[in-house]
């Protein structure tokens, strides 16, 4: 028997109101993952991604349809619930990093633990291991100003991966980096989905898509298509 999905969307529909018109963003996405997956999202610009993501990630909830991470329908909670999912359950992987600039590596990967509630030693010691994991041992005190692109997107995986989340949302995290950054950063990527982390990333760039294991299409807010790939 299949275990049950990690993330299930039923008929999920956005719309927001624009003055006077209202405009569909998604129009009865229905998806299924498991546990494992890694997947890329793609489509036009307007298609639909960012709310997709958005949703996703606990940020925003759908105007009808259903969202459930494991046993929990979502798409009922208020914002204070969202909350405590996002910090507890999901890792979030931005193109502009979202580093605090006034704090060091390590302070910057533990920021979601002081949010939970762990003890000052031991987030430390969760965000020097994740450090060091990402390949920047020698980096624990610098301050984001002092790496490069690339090191500061391994910072920001770090941080997704401090609270040891269900799911790991990446929103164009090459977007930023030059080629050879960006394929250090998809190796990491990579290595974490081979680990069992789930993975769900938008990309414009279909070499970027190809490093997935299964494609997503969005066009005019609904799934155009959905297939596995070679990964």
Request: proline share 4%; net charge negative; hydrophobic share 40%.
């Amino acid at each position: 028997m299949e275990p049950s999905p990690l993330v299930r969307l039923e008929d999920v529909r956005k719309a927001y109101q624009m003055g006077l018109v209202t405009v569909e963003a998604l129009r009865g996405v229905s998806l299924t993952i498991q546990a494992g997956d890694y997947i890329s999202i793609m489509g036009p610009s307007g298609c639909g991604k960012s709310t997709l993501m958005n949703l996703l990630g606990c940020l925003d909830r759908p105007s009808t349809g259903g969202y459930w991470l494991g046993n929990e329908d979502v798409s009922q909670m208020d914002d204070d619930a969202l909350s405590e999912i996002r910090g507890a359950r999901l890792g979030f992987v931005f193109q502009s990093y979202n580093l605090i600039p006034q704090l060091t590596v390590v302070e910057n990967i533990e920021i979601p633990l002081y949010y939970q509630g762990w003890s000052e030693d031991e987030s430390r010691a969760r965000a020097v291991e994740l450090a060091k994991r990402v390949g920047l041992e020698d980096r624990l005190d610098h301050r984001p100003f002092e790496l490069s692109g690339g090191q500061q997107q391994r910072v920001a995986i770090a941080r997704a991966l401090v609270n040891d989340p269900l799911l790991i949302l990446a929103d164009e995290a090459t977007g930023n980096l030059d080629s050879k950054s960006g394929a250090e950063i998809l190796d990491l990527l990579d290595d974490l989905n081979e680990q069992g982390k789930t993975l769900i990333m938008v990309t414009h760039d279909p070499t970027v898509a190809r490093r997935a294991r299964r494609a997503i299409r969005l066009r005019d807010g609904c799934v155009e298509s959905d297939v596995e790939t070679h990964g």
